[in-house]
């Protein structure tokens, strides 16, 4: 191994709005923010996502491969039906392609997906 993971890092036009997005997504709470960068992570000392300013950015138009998709997630969660109402809420957007796929606040594509047998159940409610 040469190195591991810090942060997965995400272009978006507001990166206070997508932290919070996220955070209230998959449940980790903002560890670090300043004007341009914002951190969301277990805690102050683990890795996490951040969402960094980008001036201009284009959102992806997925699946036009003119635009494509830069970053995909997939969400584990324990009931599709009782998830998307909730994502929505948050400021998602269902995708017109594919089953159960969305867009975040800066359009970044994301699906949600049935929790696997193998996996323990999700601690919120469903989701």
Known sequence: MIGRRHHVVIDCPDPTALAAFYSELIGLPVTYQSDDWVVIA?????SGFAFQLAPGHQ???WPDPARPQQFHLDVMVDDLVAAEPRVLALGA??????DHVYADPAGHPFCLIRRPAWAPPIDSGGV
């Open 42 to 46: 277990e805690d102050d000392t683990t």
């Open 93 to 98: 957007r269902r995708l017109p392609h594919g």
């Open 59 to 61: 959102p992806p138009r």
